[in-house]
């Protein structure tokens, strides 16, 4: 079933450190483009200090989990939840702005969502009960 | 009434929980198909397992036990008779 713990665990310890990293660029004024963009809703929304509120808060999730060797999924899943949303508006964004910007971080952050779904699945609990022992 | 901060909150949370129930769904659809698999293969070992036993009880000259579905009414007055 797709990564084996060590794996697992691993890739795990690097999500976090993602959204550890995105809070503290948050804290910053540092998680978003400051090119213009034509839509203000759109920029009010990927501007928004709840991103910053939300990374870290699943970071502190997911480092919680990593310590204590439960709530893996749970917290896989709110990784999904912070990433997968700020990777859309910002590339929305970084899309609509009025000169070309780099569109590298949204997209990372869009592999780092689906990364972070793989493992949710990955750290759903085994159903060895039904194991044929072969 | 609604000013953009307001909105903008608003659309975090709504995609905030699309996303969760996209992941949830889709985490407790592979939950299921690896249990659906695994089930299959359980029914697939005791098959074989039953066909070796059968065979080997044939190769002794032995017919299989009944299993409690096959067992008629004489079975059971037959084992009172013992």
């Not at chain 1, 993602?18 to 660029?25: K, Q, R, V």
């Not at chain 2, 996303?19 to 889709?26: G, K, N």
């Amino acid at each position: 079933m797709g990564l084996k713990p060590p794996g697992r665990v691993i890739a795990t310890v690097i999500i976090a450190v993602a959204c550890t990293l995105m809070g503290i660029l948050g804290l910053f004024d540092r998680l978003n483009y400051v090119a213009s963009t034509n839509f203000d809703l759109l920029a009010a929304t990927a501007n928004n200090e709840i991103w910053t509120l939300g990374f870290i808060a699943v970071s502190v999730f997911v480092w919680c989990s990593v310590i204590l060797h439960q709530w893996q999924q749970k917290a896989m899943q709110a990784a999904v939840v912070i990433l997968a949303p700020w990777s859309l508006y910002n590339l929305l964004w970084g899309l609509t702005t009025d000169h070309p910007v780099s569109l590298a971080a949204p997209i990372l952050a869009a592999v780092l969502a689906v990364i972070a779904h793989s493992l949710a699945v990955a750290w759903a609990p085994e159903d060895t009960h039904y194991d044929t022992g072969r | 009434m609604l000013d953009g901060q307001l909105i903008s909150a608003l659309l975090i949370g709504i995609s905030g929980l699309i996303a969760y129930l996209v992941s949830q769904t889709s985490t407790k659809g592979k939950a299921l198909r690896r249990e659906v698999r695994s089930l299959r293969r359980r029914d697939i070992a005791n098959a074989r397992w039953r066909h070796r036993v059968e065979l080997d009880y044939a190769s002794h000259g032995l017919t299989m036990p009944k299993t409690p579905k096959e067992l008629s009414d004489e079975d059971d007055n037959e084992d009172e008779q013992w």
